[in-house]
């Protein structure tokens, strides 16, 4: 199909995980991708699958947490194919260092809210602009579940989690008449590497798999809805938290 014909997308994080499903899957829906992602093995890998399953990819080494390393990742993209349209920030993640306020170290705070919170500043301060520059576009933003509904020994995570869900409702009413919608989806667990490891690790992770009523999601469910989110299919929703959590944030 050709849901995301002429268009340009930048997906963080998709080195791996749900990132690399988006990928595959934007560029099977026709949309020209760059896989923005510090790691240049799980990039090049994502734009080998992507290119086998007959999509165009470029990887785009990118440091979400350095200004320089954004910029300087969207500008050679829109040099490349002449325009951005959609952005998906997906790059962040908790670890096994995050616990409680009293508990989680000064380290570990900052890493989160970097990461996860300033990443996602950092790559609409500056794909924004360029999105506007095209005619208009979507922005995807990623929170999580754990920003709904408080899960024990997640603090730092939680946070940085909140704080993009708040940056995503600003940045909706902020550019909706320069035509950017800006939505943010709130994956429950998704049976990524990471997560597999997380289930097996830690008993706050494992007692949240009851309350997933349809089963834990893969990183293709995620991927499915962050296509729509990017496609012309969504072009009224702006504003809006979208869970793909199988009920776990109503159970």
């Not at 749900?18 to 990039?43: H, N, Q, T």
């Not at 194919?81 to 306020?101: I, Q």
């Not at 940085?160 to 994956?187: D, F, H, I, Q, W």
């Amino acid at each position: 199909m050709d849901r995301l014909k002429d268009k340009v997308a930048f997906i963080t994080g998709s080195g791996s995980g749900i990132g690399r499903a988006a990928a595959i899957l934007f560029a099977c829906e026709a949309a020209k991708v760059a896989v923005a992602d510090i790691s240049s093995a799980g990039g090049e890998e994502t734009v080998r699958m992507v290119r086998d399953a007959g999509g165009e990819a470029v990887y785009v080494a990118t440091d979400v947490t350095d200004p320089a390393s954004v910029e300087h990742a969207i500008k050679s993209v829109v040099e490349r194919w002449g325009r951005l349209n959609v952005l998906y920030n997906n790059a962040g993640g908790s670890t096994a260092n995050d616990g409680r306020v009293t508990e989680v170290s000064i380290e570990e705070w900052w890493r989160a809210i970097r990461l996860d919170l300033f990443g996602t500043f950092l790559c609409c301060r500056f794909g924004i602009p360029e999105i506007i520059r095209a005619g208009g576009g979507s922005v995807i933003n990623t929170t999580s579940v754990v920003a709904l509904a408080g899960v024990v020994g997640r603090d730092a995570y939680t946070a940085a989690k909140g704080g993009v869900l708040a940056l995503t409702r600003s940045m909706a009413v902020e550019y909706g008449k320069r035509k950017v919608r800006v939505n943010v989806l709130a994956p429950g667990a998704t049976l990524t590497e990471r997560v597999r490891k997380f289930l097996s690790d830690d008993p706050n992770v494992r007692a949240t798999d009851n309350k997933h009523l349809l089963g834990m999601g893969e990183p293709e469910d995620v991927a499915r809805t962050a296509l729509f989110l990017a496609s012309e299919d969504s072009r009224r929703i702006t504003g809006a938290v979208v869970p793909v959590d199988s009920g776990w944030s109503a159970a």
